[in-house]
């Protein structure tokens, strides 16, 4: 697999401000992974002022995996042990080719199940 999985943090009654703090702290843990790029994602005319052309939507992240490794079992690895430790308020929404998934903080066989056929559908490797 190669390409972008798009990764949205969520969390009950943060703002934007919290929600960008969160995106990067869990871009801080996602870049030690072998991965080409984790960088906020960007969207839309920046604000006027500004020096970027696009501007970056809080708590979304855009994450570049590198051509012919199964990096994106490892990246929900990282992902739900970062949810976990967040509380029952986070929540973190993948998507891959249009295809969505939320890791929550709750644990069990369910979300394993869920987890484990997301990626099949894009590596084609069990997590």
Same mark, same amino acid.
């Given at each position: 697999?190669?390409? /972008?999985?798009?990764?949205?943090?969520? =969390?009950?009654? !943060?703002?934007?401000?919290?929600?960008?703090?969160?995106?990067?702290?869990?871009?801080?843990?996602?870049?030690?992974? /072998?991965?080409?790029?984790?960088?906020?994602? &960007?969207?839309? #005319?920046?604000? =006027?002022?500004? @020096?970027?052309?696009?501007? !970056?939507?809080?708590?979304?992240?855009?994450?570049?995996?590198?051509?012919?490794?199964?990096?994106?079992?490892?990246? %929900?690895?990282? %992902?739900?042990?970062?949810?976990?430790?967040?509380?029952?308020?986070?929540?973190? @929404?993948?998507?891959? #080719?249009?295809?969505? %998934?939320?890791?929550?903080?709750? *644990?069990? =066989?369910? &979300?394993?199940?869920?987890? /484990?056929?997301?990626? +099949? +559908?894009? *590596?084609?490797? #069990?997590?």
């Amino acid at each position: 697999m190669a390409g /972008d999985v798009q990764v949205e943090v969520v =969390e009950t009654a !943060a703002d934007e401000a919290q929600l960008e703090t969160l995106a990067l702290l869990l871009r801080q843990e996602l870049l030690l992974l /072998d991965v080409h790029a984790v960088e906020p994602h &960007q969207e839309g #005319d920046a604000p =006027e002022g500004s @020096k970027g052309g696009l501007a !970056a939507v809080a708590g979304l992240l855009s994450v570049s995996l590198a051509p012919g490794l199964q990096a994106l079992g490892s990246v %929900i690895v990282v %992902i739900r042990e970062w949810v976990r430790r967040g509380g029952a308020n986070r929540t973190v @929404k993948l998507t891959v #080719d249009g295809d969505v %998934i939320e890791l929550t903080g709750a *644990t069990g =066989e369910m &979300q394993q199940q869920l987890v /484990d056929a997301f990626v +099949r +559908r894009h *590596t084609g490797v #069990d997590a």
